[in-house]
T-cell receptor, first 115, second 112 residues
Framework: DTEVTQTPKHLVMGMTNKKSLKCEQH?????MYWYKQKAKKPPELMFV???????INESVPSRFSPECPNSSLLNLHLHALQPEDSALYLC??????????????FGQGTRLTVV | SQKIEQNSEALNIQEGKTATLTCNYT??????LQWYRQDPGRGPVFLLL?????KEKRKERLKVTFDTTLKQSLFHITASQPADSATYLC???????????FGAGTILRVKS
């Protein structure tokens, strides 16, 4: 199984709503990522988890709250978002082998629209 | 500040030709450099990884070079096909930490 599964595929939410994005992988990867991608732009790193601990937060607003409940799951909790937060949210994972780097596997993304 | 730059304009080539894409970086010392392909509305897909002490890597019709002196990587697709049309992203990786940062990407269009 070399898949990263993201749910839902599409999400429309109001600015006062609370919602969550989910990401799951069963490749034994211990590094998991959230990226945000706007149209015609590259993926922009938001958060990195290493062995279920948050290791990188790229100064993301607190209305985005990540969670890694176990080594296979990654969530992104959303609250009080703004229309400019509308984007494709990508989850990725890869092995965390110290100094040795490996390729990242990406999910298909959640297309989020904030109205 | 750190910058990763790729060809800003789309690259249009004829089927059968070699496509060459460029990735330049400044204020960065990556230990690894990776190339990904992304189709519209989908997540990036890994293509090749090259380490700082490797000059060149090949996989089927793909070749990547990494020049840490010039701070540049070149990505080549030989015998290009219309199915190769996509956005190609380079990504930089340091030795420590898990930060994987992407360049802006280059749109490649292969015409038959």
């Amino acid at each position: 199984d070399t898949e990263v599964t993201q749910t839902p595929k599409h999400l429309v939410m109001g600015m006062t709503n609370k919602k969550s994005l989910k990401c799951e992988q069963h490749m034994g990867h211990r590094a998991m990522y959230w990226y945000k991608q706007k149209a015609k732009k590259p993926p922009e790193l938001m958060f990195v988890y290493s062995y279920e601990k948050l290791s990188i937060n790229e100064s993301v607003p607190s209305r985005f709250s990540p969670e890694c409940p176990n080594s296979s799951l990654l969530n992104l909790h959303l609250h009080a978002l703004q229309p400019e937060d509308s984007a494709l949210y990508l989850c990725a994972s890869r092995h965390d082998w110290g100094r040795r780097r490996t390729e990242a596997f990406f999910g298909q993304g959640t297309r989020l629209t904030v109205v | 500040s750190q910058k990763i730059e790729q060809n800003s304009e789309a690259l249009n080539i004829q089927e059968g030709k070699t496509a060459t894409l460029t990735c330049n970086y400044t204020n960065y010392s990556p230990a690894y450099l990776q190339w990904y392909r992304q189709d519209p509305g989908r997540g990036p897909v890994f293509l090749l990884l090259i380490r700082e002490n490797e000059k060149e890597k090949r996989k089927e019709r793909l070749k990547v070079t990494f020049d840490t002196t010039l701070k540049q990587s070149l990505f080549h697709i030989t015998a290009s096909q219309p199915a190769d049309s996509a956005t190609y992203l380079c990504a930089l990786d340091r030795t420590y930490g898990n930060k994987l940062v992407f360049g802006a990407g280059t749109i490649l269009r292969v015409k038959s």
